[in-house]
Structure formats: C-alpha cells, structure tokens
C-alpha cells in the first residue's frame, strides 16, 4: 500500500507527496510536528498539516531570507532570528564571520528537538557558538528589546496558531524599536498566486509600510510551497534594498550558496505585474 502526505493549498488544489517512512509524530503543546521521508524531496517537516520544508529544496528559502539582508547590510553585528526553529536560517548566518551574536526567538522547543534529531542538514545551524536559543514567543521576546539588533530574520508558520501574532501591527512596530538605525525587518510573505495567500501579504505590508521608510517585496521560486511562487519582506529605516547593495563586496566574501548571488539580488526585487498591481491596492511602494 502506497502512502502519501497531502496538502490543500486551497479548497481545489492539493499538493501531494509519496511518502517512504514516518520519523516521527508528536503534539506539542503548540503543534501537531511530524517528519517524513520522500523518495522525491528526501525528508520533509510538517507543522499541523503544513509542509514546513524538504531537504531537497530548503536551501532557497533559507538563503532568499538570510544572505537578501546581510548582503544589503554588509556590516551587520547582532542578529535576532525568531522562528527558525529547524536551524536552516542560522546555518546560512553562520557564513558571515562578522556577526557577533545570533540570537533566536523559538516558541516550540520540540521542533528544535526533532529537527536536530532527524533533519541534521538544517539543524546544524543551532551548532554555531554563536546562536543563543530562546524558547519564547517572538512577540514577547521583541517587546523587552530597543536599539539592538542590526537584522531581524522572521522565519515564521503560516499567520493563524502559534505564528499568527508575528503577522501584527504591533510585531511589527516592536521589531522597528528593536532595530538599530540602518536595522532591516526580513520576514516570509506568503504567496501571491492564491486568492487567500495574497490576501495576508497584502494585509502584513499594509501593516509593515506604517513602522518603516522603506518597504520592499521580493520573490523566489520554491517547489514545495503553495504555487511555487514565494514571496519575502524587507524593512528599513534607511537601508535600501538593492540601491545600497554593494556586490562587489558581498562577492569578495566567497559564501557559497546554490541558489542566492548578486545578480538575483537585484532581479529577485522586480516582479511580476500582477503582483504589483496587487501590492500597490495593499499600499506598498514597490521596486521601480
């Protein structure tokens, strides 16, 4: 008997994956956590029914939404990561040998337990001497910090249970509080292409464009995700995503990446038209 993880990405399209093996099945006090393994996408983590990541297709959300920032903010010191709690994020940080502190806001502590267990190629992220793990609400967590951080990276669920308050206005201006000035705000946008997943982007950057100067959206290309079509948010106070991005000297660093380079970087902010037009109904200034 074949067995097979599925996912509705809307009330008509499912997402559908033959699975080889259960890892593991457990409910937390905040989630329902399983992994799997695919014979295509090898092994994948899911939270409440949602595919979380694979490990054959990881690396671009994981580097889309660590290396954008840091390479706009070459100097940036003190990291708050909230979310994350595979440690893909902190794998790609790890890259930067100035970065002084990684400190990251997890709210389950079994999704870092069984992510070190059974999906190491992430997890070695939380390795790094570097990375301090707090197991708090992220939006708690940002209420209590003021002037600190030079990036934050939220690697957050979906916006509904335990990620739901990392989708707010208030988030959102606490985050601005806890930047230092030239600090920048990366957090996941859902995607465009549905009617629902469009509906939150353009009501968390309606939200976001009244805590920060700049605001900007960018894009990749993840298979596993809801139509494949993702997008991320960046945030400023002064930090302009692509006009103060020097590529030369991010290109001097040698990270090695299989997805983001410099050229993306710049093309990764133009895009598509339909997604413009749909930004600019949710008041956002887009990339012209």
């Known amino acids: 008997m074949e067995l097979w993880f599925s996912e509705m990405h809307t009330p008509d399209v499912k997402f559908s ?3 080889a093996r259960q890892f593991c099945c457990v409910q937390s ?3 329902r956590i399983e ?3 695919s014979p295509e996408f090898g092994r994948f983590l899911t939270l409440d029914g949602f595919m979380m990541l694979t490990e054959k297709d990881e690396f671009i959300y994981h580097e889309m939404i660590s290396h954008v920032p840091m390479a706009a903010h070459p100097d940036a010191k003190n990291i708050l990561v909230i979310g994350a709690g595979d440690g893909g994020v902190m794998r790609e940080l790890s890259k930067y040998a100035q970065i002084e502190k990684i400190d990251v806001a997890e709210i389950d502590s079994e999704v870092v337990r069984l992510c070190r267990e059974f999906l190491p190629q992430t997890a070695i992220g939380f390795n790094d001497p570097r990375v301090n793990i707090f197991f708090e609400d992220g939006l708690k967590f940002v209420r209590n910090r003021e002037n600190e951080y030079d990036v934050i990276i939220v690697d957050s669920t979906d916006p509904f249970g335990p990620g739901e308050g990392l989708f707010s206005k208030e988030f959102y201006g606490n985050c ?3 930047l230092r000035p030239g600090g920048i705000l990366i957090n ?3 995607s465009p292409f549905y009617e629902r997943d ?3 982007v353009c009501r968390a950057h309606k939200r976001i464009v009244q805590s920060f100067e700049i605001s900007r959206v960018y894009q990749a290309h993840i298979p596993t995700y809801p139509s494949g079509h993702w997008l991320f948010g960046f945030a400023s106070k002064a930090v302009h995503p692509v006009k103060n991005f020097d590529a030369a000297r991010w290109n001097a660093l ?3 990446t299989r997805y983001y380079n410099a050229k993306l970087h710049k093309g990764a902010f133009y895009l598509p038209s339909y997604v413009e037009e749909m930004l600019k109904s949710g008041e956002l200034r887009v990339e012209s």
């Open 198 to 200: 469009a509906q939150i």
């Open 188 to 190: 996941q946008h859902e």
């Open 29 to 31: 006090k905040y989630q």
């Open 176 to 178: 601005s509080a806890a």
């Open 17 to 19: 994956v033959r699975v």
């Open 35 to 37: 992994i799997f393994e």
């Open 254 to 256: 040698q990270i090695k």
